[in-house]
């Protein structure tokens, strides 16, 4: 079974499956053809990812349910338990907020004043002090497309000119001139490159860039 008809089974992106593989959350068959290695999802595999999905709406983690995958006799109960943990300490914050309005504070610093007491001894979110990162993945990785498209268009260009020239004088004479050589180049050949290119980027980016 191809990607799209377990996509189109489950409910899920593209994108959101090949993260699901890349985390070991379930391993399908592989098979070699021409050179490459294709995905061959069963009927086995839509049901785990189903399963994923539903654990994951449940607010069950990504280790939790590798966890699970790997001994759910042994590991389930624990995982379990951790997120009915997590879901008192929600129901805690949510009923601390309850407790306290908005209309009783007349700024964000009165706000967060009659907050202070509610949340003491509440870390903040990870989120709030992991690093994240700055660089613009989708920005660099078509840029990197174009450039690449466009060295071995040149490269493809460059040698289809010295063969024609070996097999014609016109083009032998016309490599004499520089601008004869870049202009067809410039004109024809970078255009359909930068935007083939650009395309790749974007695709390695949708294929390759996950979240959880």
Not at 39 to 44: H, I, Q, V
Not at 47 to 69: H, N, P, Q, V
Not at 92 to 107: N, P
Not at 123 to 133: E, Y
């Amino acid at each position: 079974m191809k990607i799209k008809e377990v996509c189109a089974q489950t409910g899920l992106t593209e994108r959101a499956v090949r993260f699901y593989l890349q985390q070991k959350l379930f391993s399908p068959q592989t098979q070699r053809r021409g050179g490459r290695t294709w995905l061959d999802f069963s009927p086995a595999d839509v049901d785990r990812l189903k399963a994923i999905a539903t654990l994951r709406k449940a607010g069950f983690t990504l280790e939790e349910i590798r966890s699970m995958t790997e001994d759910y006799q042994t590991n389930a109960p624990g995982a379990a338990f951790a997120l009915r943990q997590r879901l008192r300490e929600a129901i805690t914050s949510y009923e601390r907020l309850s407790r306290t309005h908005t209309g009783e504070a007349d700024s964000l610093e009165g706000y967060a004043a009659l907050l202070e007491q509610e949340v003491k001894g509440t870390p903040l979110p990870r989120r709030d002090f992991r690093p994240v990162s700055r660089l613009n993945w989708a920005s660099l990785l078509e840029t990197a497309g174009m450039v690449l498209a466009m060295l071995l268009a040149w490269r493809l260009y460059a040698f289809l000119w010295d063969a024609l020239s070996d097999v014609s004088a016109l083009f032998a004479f016309a490599a004499w001139n520089p601008l004869m050589v870049l202009l067809p180049f410039a004109v024809l050949v970078l255009p359909i490159a930068l935007v083939l290119g650009s395309k790749a980027g974007k695709w390695l980016f949708r294929h390759f860039e996950y979240v959880p």
